[in-house]
């Protein structure tokens, strides 16, 4: 194990989802068990304690991958040298408070994070955008580094990927593993649309196997797409050690490559694809080859996909245009 540590800087790391994610990073989950890793804990000035309490408890697990923990509360320090960028931290939507008033909130954070990144990332940086809302922070972000190739900044709809593979699995009485070629695409929003017309279940379509065009319809999407709200009606709190767990499985296959006969879903830059504008960060059917993600290429796309499709895509195009009037790209 005679290797450099990879340094992986994780924003808001005194918050709920940092607290589910640094011990699965340290363990060696995020880049598998040969890979020794430094921690780069970025956070406001008011949650540093925080942050350094979860500090003491890394120690504490004596992790023999774990080669460092540095905690900042400045950006430019935390993303210095940085492989794997995390952006957890994000602003919340708080009562009364408009879509604009959001973006412009996180504006303030992503523009100046990605500057950071801009200015002191390693030449393999790799970013996953989790703070929500997560597509259009990646956007933010990714344009305020135009040295950083764009195809490098991604956000996270693999939680709503693994949310719909337990749905599908449920509905049919299979294993999760028996499901192959599940795709979120669009927005990480409640208009995004989980596809099981190109989901693989033994040898049918899922889409084929449920045979129940309305339970597709009027249960599964909406089960998927509002399962965020619904987890925080019943816990209290918004989805936690799940949302690290899909941000695990995202950073694993993005490095180590998504299995053979398999793809998975994440939030990329468009090049065009199934009528995504150029450049929107939409979810995708991907393969990740030799450490980048493709998009899955050809798949027909039927009028009940399409329209669904056009709906979530179209929210990003709002929310770029939205981003675009404040300055922010
Ligand atoms: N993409 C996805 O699938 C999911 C996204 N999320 C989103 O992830 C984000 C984080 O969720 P939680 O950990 O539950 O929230 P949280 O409120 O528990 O923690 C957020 C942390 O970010 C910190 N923070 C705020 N501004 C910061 C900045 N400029 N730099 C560094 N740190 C900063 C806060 O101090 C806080 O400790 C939220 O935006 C949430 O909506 C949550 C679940 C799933
Ligand atoms: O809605 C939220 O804040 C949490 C979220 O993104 C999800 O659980 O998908």
């Known amino acids: 194990m005679a290797q450099v540590p990879v340094n992986v ?21 995020l880049l598998g068990p040969d890979t020794p890793v430094k921690l780069r804990l970025l956070e406001i000035p008011q949650a540093v304690k925080a942050a350094e309490g979860t500090a003491m408890e890394l120690d504490d697990c004596a992790f023999p991958l774990l080669k460092g923990i540095d905690i900042f509360d400045d950006a430019r320090q935390a993303f210095d040298g940085v492989n794997i960028a995390l952006l957890v931290g994000a602003r919340p939507r708080t009562k009364g408070m408009e879509r604009g008033d959001l973006l412009e909130a996180n504006g303030g954070i992503f523009k100046p994070q990605g500057e ?22 990646a956007l933010i972000a990714q344009a ?36 192959k070629k599940m795709t979120i695409w669009g927005n990480h929003s409640a208009t995004q649309y989980p596809d099981i017309f ?14 129940d065009e309305a339970w597709v319809r009027d249960e599964f999407i909406p089960t998927v797409a509002k399962r965020g709200a619904a987890i ?36 990329i830059p468009s090049d065009g694809s199934y009528g ?34 056009d709906a979530s895509v179209q929210e990003l195009s709002e929310e770029r245009e939205a981003v675009r009037k404040l300055g922010l790209l």
Do not use: C
């Not at 800087?9 to 989950?29: D, M």
């Not at 002191?120 to 597509?135: F, H, M, S």
């Not at 918004?238 to 695990?248: G, H, V």
């Not at 450049?279 to 996909?305: N, T, Y």
């Open 9 to 29: 800087t994780v924003t808001g790391a005194a918050g709920q989802i940092g607290y589910a994610l640094l011990f699965r990073i340290a363990s060696g989950q």
């Open 116 to 137: 950071a990144i801009n200015a002191g990332a390693a030449d393999d940086v790799r970013v996953l955008v989790v703070g929500n809302p997560a597509n259009t922070n």
């Open 276 to 309: 995504v504008p150029e450049g929107l960060i939409s979810s995708f059917p991907v393969v990740s080859r030799g450490g980048r993600w493709e998009i899955v290429p050809d798949l027909e796309i039927d009028a009940f996909s399409r329209e669904r499709i």
């Open 144 to 179: 305020h580094a135009p040295d950083v190739p764009a195809e490098r900044f991604t956000a996270m709809t693999r939680l709503d990927h693994n949310r719909a593979l337990t749905q599908l699995a449920k509905k049919l009485g299979v294993d999760v593993t028996e499901i």
């Open 232 to 267: 925080i009606e019943a816990r209290g709190a918004s989805s936690a050690a799940s949302a690290a767990n899909a941000a695990i499985d995202h950073v694993y296959d993005w490095v180590n490559g998504t299995p053979e006969g398999d793809w998975t879903s994440a939030a």
């Open 198 to 211: 190109h989901a693989e279940v033994n040898g049918t379509t899922g889409a084929k196997a449920v045979n």
